[in-house]
């Protein structure tokens, strides 16, 4: 007899050229996550613009009024599914009003004007994305730890292995090849110091690609999570006390950082962000002040701080880089939860663009 796996395993190509595409989209109304719609085309596709434009009900999302409630999704990014296999697609949206104006919470559309700007063009932003994340029981306690208790003090669990100090990891690797077949550039993955905790990292991607495949890969994780009855947690800071929070480190270089005599270049991209910190806070996640207390890997919230391998501090400059004069730095500030699109952009238009 056929079991429900069967049918989710169906290979459509054996009998038909249709194809799934999952339009994925971004929920800023109700709750902070992807959430997605899915349609049959007729035949395999390989580039955005050639799918067709789809609603959704915006009202439902809180993204809309119930009396002009259609939202317009203009795709944007394609990516292999995981899940379905063969032809079929995950695809990266974002909406529009009816007009063609992007909505209130559609911030790829203000990043990519920041991204195709010539100036910023020319300069090839480089992105790579250290994301953390916590895998939580339906309960909302963290995974492996007592029920309504506490495990060890933090110290054995980063990078650890065994039972006692690895708890998740078949959903992480899991993730990790998912994300390897759907196409995104995700570069590694590792266990973070709170048990339970996990990162993984996404890059070097360029320019508005990092905000795409940072959204990608984090549906990708919920749809893992969802299989496996277990909730992911971009939370900040998911459990009070002394235990280490949840960032969204991102590290940034230019052509200009890249080249000779870079480390200037580097130097003067530092003093801009230090002159916008409190505006770049403001967009940084929602919680991050219960994250960046200045304890646990941070810096405080309220001051701008910068050093060479000092994961104390706001932005961090690696030891290879002071060696060879040039390359990368990191920004330790943003958030588990922060939204790609505005932090990358953000970044780029701080440190490459006159201040206005």
């Known amino acids: 007899m056929a079991s429900l796996h069967d049918f989710v395993n169906l290979d459509l190509s054996d009998t038909t050229e249709k194809i799934i595409a999952e339009y994925i989209w971004l929920c800023f109304g109700f709750l902070i996550a992807p959430v997605s719609v899915l349609q049959t085309l007729p035949g395999p596709v390989t580039n955005p613009s050639e799918l067709p434009k789809w609603n959704y009900d915006g009202s439902s999302t809180n993204q809309a009024p119930g009396d002009d409630s259609e939202v317009i999704l203009y795709p944007r990014a394609i990516f292999k599914d995981p899940f379905r296999k063969g032809n079929n697609i995950l695809v990266i949206c974002d909406s529009y009003t009816p007009a063609g104006e992007p909505i209130p919470t559609n911030k790829r559309a203000k990043a990519a004007e920041i991204f195709s700007n010539p100036d910023v063009e020319a300069e090839e932003p480089w992105f790579g994305i250290e994301q953390e994340y916590t895998l939580l029981t339906m309960s909302k306690w963290p995974l492996g730890w007592p029920e309504n208790g506490y495990p060890g003090p933090q110290g054995p669990y980063y990078c650890g292995n065994g039972a006692d100090k690895a708890f998740g ?33 996404v890059g070097p991607s360029v ?150």
């Not at 995104?184 to 905790?197: A, C, D, F, L």
Request: glycine letters at 12%; a negative charge; aromatic letters at 8%.
């Open 169 to 201: 990891r078949d959903i992480v690797d899991a993730h990790y090849k998912a994300c390897l077949y759907a196409g995104i550039n995700i570069s590694g993955i590792n266990g973070e110091v709170m048990p339970g905790q996990w990162e993984f990292q």
């Open 207 to 356: 320019g508005i690609s990092a905000g795409d495949e940072v959204w990608a890969a984090r549906y990708i994780l919920e749809r893992i999570t969802e299989i496996a009855g277990v909730v992911v947690s971009f939370d900040p800071k998911p459990v009070p006390g002394d235990w280490n929070g949840a960032g969204a480190h991102t590290n940034y270089s230019t052509k200009s950082m890249r080249g000779d005599g870079g480390i200037d270049v580097i130097n003067a991209a530092i003093e801009k962000l230090e002159a916008r910190h409190t505006e770049h806070i403001a967009a940084y996640g929602e919680g991050n002040e219960r994250r960046l207390t200045g304890n646990h890997e941070t810096a405080s919230i309220n001051q701008f701080t910068w050093g060479v391998a000092n994961r104390g501090a706001s932005v961090r400059i690696g030891r290879d880089t002071e060696k060879q004069g040039k390359g990368y730095f990191e920004d330790r500030r943003p958030a588990s939860n922060m939204d790609p699109y505005v932090v990358t952009s953000m970044i780029a238009e701080t440190t490459i663009l006159p201040a206005a």
